[in-house]
């Protein structure tokens, strides 16, 4: 069965970064891209980008351009998320989730992260 | 690119019937058939419910249905059931390439 398993919770200092990553299973990892999404306490889903795992091409959401990274590991099948200069409006639970660009919806999601962002 | 437009809460009484509307613009929901549906239970992941407007992914029940007129979609539930409550979200690509969600939308099962 399809599932992603992101890493643990985070805490962090403004100015930070965080890495979080988003093991694939159960599925041809490179048929897919893979999303994230982040959800500020008690707030709504924010897309934030995602990224093709047979090339690694991105799109990122244009408010977190400069400081987010998508990247891929085909041999683990492994996806991560790099976020730099960390505020404390990025104290969200980040979201994985299998598909996006045109043709996939995201139709499988991981538990999702907690990262706080507190000095 | 501003969020897609849902309205707060929703609420209805068992076997009832309602819809959550998702309002957007030419930009997104106008141009593509690209509009997917999320449930969100609380501290949960969220599910794919509804995919490319009116699609239902194996396992979700066919009370659930999408539609879409210009450039407001909608999700209705039909016969609704006390494990129906929870948050909804609407997505659409856009003309960025880039995917934008709706605000939520609280549905409460009086």
């Known amino acids: 069965q399809v599932q992603l398993v992101q890493s643990g919770a985070e805490v962090k200092k403004p100015g930070a970064s965080v890495k979080v990553s988003c093991k694939a299973s159960?599925?041809?990892?490179?048929?897919?891209?893979i999303s994230w999404v982040r959800q500020a306490p008690g707030q709504g889903l924010e897309w934030m980008g995602w990224?093709?795992?047979?090339?690694?091409?991105?799109n990122y959401a244009q408010k977190l351009q400069g400081r987010v990274t998508m990247t891929t590991d085909t041999s683990t099948t492994t996806a991560y998320m790099d976020l730099r200069s960390l505020r404390s409006d990025d104290t969200a639970v980040y979201f994985c989730?299998?598909?996006?660009?045109?043709?996939?919806?995201?139709?499988?999601w991981g538990q999702g992260t907690l990262v706080t962002v507190s000095s | 690119q501003s969020a897609l437009t849902q309205p707060p809460s929703v609420s209805g009484s068992p076997g009832q019937s309602v819809t959550i509307s998702c309002t957007g613009t030419?930009?997104?929901?106008?141009?593509?058939?690209?509009v997917s549906w999320y449930q969100q239970p609380p501290g949960t992941a969220p599910k794919l419910m509804i995919y490319?407007?009116?699609n239902r992914p194996s396992g979700v029940p066919d009370r659930f249905s999408g539609s879409k007129s210009g450039n407001t979609a909608s999700l209705t539930i039909s016969g609704l059931q006390a494990e129906d409550e929870a948050d909804y979200y609407c997505?659409?690509?856009?003309?960025?390439?880039?995917?934008?969600f709706g605000g939520g939308t609280k549905l409460t099962v009086l």
């Open positions: 989730a299998r598909g996006g660009g045109f043709s996939y919806p995201l139709d499988y």
């Open positions: 159960g599925y041809t990892f490179t048929n897919y891209g």
């Open positions: 990224i093709t795992t047979y090339i690694g091409n991105t």
């Open positions: 030419s930009s997104d929901v106008g141009s593509y058939n690209r």
């Open positions: 490319e407007v009116r």
């Open positions: 997505s659409s690509y856009t003309t960025s390439s880039t995917l934008v």
